[in-house]
């Protein structure tokens, strides 16, 4: 179950995202929560004053990179740091602070290249009306592998764990 203020800023930011035609996949903790693993933001780890974060994988095309930043600028993201940003498909990532809140914009997830391919993988749920795009399970798991990082292997064990209750 995702908490309320989880569950407003997801439906906030994929409506402008979806508005604006912005091709993009949620990954990160919200991922691994659709899965059957919850946990507690990995976030919080390094700054505590941040409850959650929200991890999106965009298309890492120009014309999507414009798309999003007029979905940022319906959120109301300050508009002259997004105005000045100079796009590269290898290194434009966004972090975009939102009270308690951290929202970050991927242009590319270790361990998985095509995105297009990794999409028609993805799983699409409604939530409150709106949209969601969601990385599939084992596009999931190879980002984790490839990360390797200590909280990575315990979301793979935790989703796992849940995949096996799940067959049982």
Request: charged letters at 30%; one cysteine or more.
């Amino acid at each position: 179950m995702i908490n309320n203020e989880v569950r407003q800023s997801l439906t906030d930011v994929c409506k402008a995202l979806n508005r604006h035609s912005v091709k993009f996949i949620i990954v990160g903790g919200v991922a691994v929560g659709y899965h059957g693993y919850r946990r507690v933001s990995g976030i919080t780890v390094h700054r505590p004053e941040i409850k959650n974060d929200l991890d999106f994988w965009y298309k890492p095309t120009l014309d999507n990179f414009l798309r999003l930043v007029r979905a940022l600028k319906d959120l109301e993201v300050r508009a002259e740091s997004l105005d000045a940003i100079v796009f590269d498909p290898q290194k434009t990532y966004l972090k975009i602070p939102q009270g308690s809140f951290h929202t970050d914009f991927l242009p590319q997830m270790v361990g998985i290249d095509d995105f297009d391919q990794c999409r028609q993988r993805s799983h699409e749920e409604l939530l409150d009306g709106t949209t969601l795009v969601i990385l599939s399970y084992q596009d999931l798991v190879l980002n984790k592998l490839a990360l390797n990082r200590a909280l990575d292997d315990e979301d793979i064990r935790g989703l796992r764990n849940a995949r096996s209750k799940e067959t049982e």
